[in-house]
Nanobody, 126 residues
């Protein structure tokens, strides 16, 4: 079964940190770009950040610049999203997605991604 599974979401206070994981099973992530998207209540899903197959990253959402980083562990077939200095406006369901290609295309377009996780809730609140 081909799937992506996110984990690591939860409730955190403003200024706190979380690390999300995106683990793949049934296929390799090695040759593909992987992105994180998020969808806040009442808003459309937006691209947040992407990592290319070789490890370089592309920021899609300017609001996360300097706070979010993305990394990948090829041995574990897993991609991580490190989120620091979290703000209430970061509250959303976060999804990881595997691209159809090795690069991070801009803008982030959902149709460029053909495998999606089920999402993990991140809530930033005091």
């Amino acid at each position: 079964q081909l799937q992506l599974v996110e984990s690591g979401g939860g409730l955190v206070q403003p200024g706190g940190s979380l690390r999300l994981s995106c683990a793949a099973s049934g296929f390799t992530l090695d040759y593909y770009a992987i992105a994180w998207f998020r969808q806040a209540p009442g808003k459309e899903r937006e691209g947040v950040i992407c990592i290319v197959s070789s490890g370089g990253s592309t920021i899609y959402a300017d609001s996360v610049q300097g706070r979010f980083t993305i990394s990948r562990d090829h041995a574990k077939n897993t991609v991580y999203l490190q989120m620091n200095s979290l703000k209430p406006e970061d509250t959303a369901v976060y999804y990881c997605a595997r691209s159809r290609s090795w690069g991070c295309l801009k803008p982030a377009v959902e149709k460029d991604y053909n495998y999606w996780g089920q999402g993990t809730q991140v809530t930033v609140s005091s």
